[in-house]
T-cell receptor, first 113, second 114 residues
Framework: SQKIEQNSEALNIQEGKTATLTCNYT??????LQWYRQDPGRGPVFLLL?????KEKRKERLKVTFDTTLKQSLFHITASQPADSATYLC????????????FGAGTRLFVKA | DTAVSQTPKYLVTQMGNDKSIKCEQN?????MYWYKQDSKKFLKIMFS???????INETVPNRFSPKSPDKAHLNLHINSLELGDSAVYFC?????????????FGPGTRLLVL
């Protein structure tokens, strides 16, 4: 069955460094992949979508890559700031169709000043 | 202006009670969703409606009944609440059902069943 794996351990980095989060998936070839940000006590907020024919997508300090051979997406935040501290979720369309989105459990990022 | 709003934000109730959560979106979207986020933080789809029509109905106990009076509203009624229903429930909306549509989430309703 379809599986999405994100590093369950929190990622701690120093302000100014680049944070790299990983999303791996199995038993599936999704047409696109999305990244969302979730702050404590709030709903997820959409950040970026990357399609299977795109290797890389950028938005300000964010960069997402999509390697369909490795079945992996990397999410980078350059020049990280304490305000970037949050949980980041990757999301894929369900391989059973039906317009469903499957979310990973997320990786918690802490950026220290 | 709040794009997707939910009420109440917190709900504490006894086992066996019936409760409702309301959701409204002012984005003019055609599609609305209910998700459940459990203590392990997994966000799982429960239901989705498109133009007031039920599209997705996951393996959810029939104690949960969604109702969409119009495109802008999707309410969730829960009968005979159980301890395991304790979770955060998120409402979301998207322009339509096309693949890759951005979903806009509400602030969540924190349900605690005692």
């Amino acid at each position: 069955s379809q599986k999405i794996e994100q590093n369950s351990e929190a990622l701690n980095i120093q302000e100014g460094k680049t944070a790299t989060l990983t999303c791996n998936y199995t038993n599936y070839s999704p047409a696109y992949l999305q990244w969302y940000r979730q702050d404590p006590g709030r709903g997820p907020v959409f950040l970026l979508l990357i399609r299977e024919n795109e290797k890389e997508k950028r938005k300000e300090r964010l960069k997402v890559t999509f390697d369909t051979t490795l079945k992996q997406s990397l999410f980078h935040i350059t020049a990280s700031q304490p305000a970037d501290s949050a949980t980041y979720l990757c999301a894929l369309p369900s391989n059973t169709g039906g317009f469903k989105t499957i979310f990973g459990a997320g990786t918690r990022l802490f950026v220290k000043a | 202006d709040t794009a997707v709003s939910q009420t109440p934000k917190y709900l504490v109730t006894q086992m066996g009670n019936d409760k409702s959560i309301k959701c409204e979106q002012n984005l003019g979207h055609d599609t609305m969703y209910w998700y459940k986020q459990d203590s392990k933080k997994f966000l799982k789809i429960m239901f989705s409606y498109n133009n007031k029509e039920l599209i997705i109905n996951e393996t959810v106990p029939n104690r949960f009944s969604p109702k969409s009076p119009d495109k802008a509203h999707l309410n969730l009624h829960i009968n005979s609440l159980e301890l395991g229903d304790s979770a955060v429930y998120f409402c979301a909306s998207s322009q339509d059902l096309q693949g890759g549509e951005t979903q806009y989430f509400g602030p969540g309703t924190r349900l605690l069943v005692l």
